[in-house]
């Protein structure tokens, strides 16, 4: 008989994903399985890629957020960092980047 015990380990090290089990209303379920059959995607590469969007979602959502309240706390109005924005741009286009740290 073969002992897997060490080649279980092994695999189990090596392995850089985990399973998860969601529950979907049927309908969202089919939904998703017809959206990832469209554009040949396993189910698992859908979920992926709507968590990714998610957090990009959420963290452009915070940065403006952020930038509303630091603007309101300078008083800065939208014109304001509209300017502030060319400025910034015009000077690097006149004298190149500026030397990173």
């Known amino acids: 008989m073969l002992d897997t015990t060490k080649h279980d380990c092994y695999f189990e090290l090596m392995r850089t994903t985990k399973t998860l ?3 979907l209303p ?3 379920l089919a939904r998703a399985a017809e959206m990832a059959r469209r554009e040949h995607r396993t189910m698992s590469e859908l979920v992926r ?6 957090e990009r979602k959420n ?3 915070e940065m403006n957020a952020f ?8 008083g800065l109005t939208e014109a304001d960092v509209e300017q502030a924005v060319h ?5 690097r286009a006149d ?3 500026e030397p990173k740290a």
Do not use: D
């Open 95 to 97: 004298h190149g980047p």
């Open 67 to 74: 930038g509303q309240a630091k603007a309101a706390e300078l």
């Open 21 to 23: 089990s969601i529950t």
């Open 87 to 91: 400025a910034v741009r015009r000077a």
């Open 49 to 54: 890629e709507a968590l990714r969007e998610y």
């Open 26 to 28: 049927p309908e969202m």
């Open 59 to 61: 963290w452009w959502a």
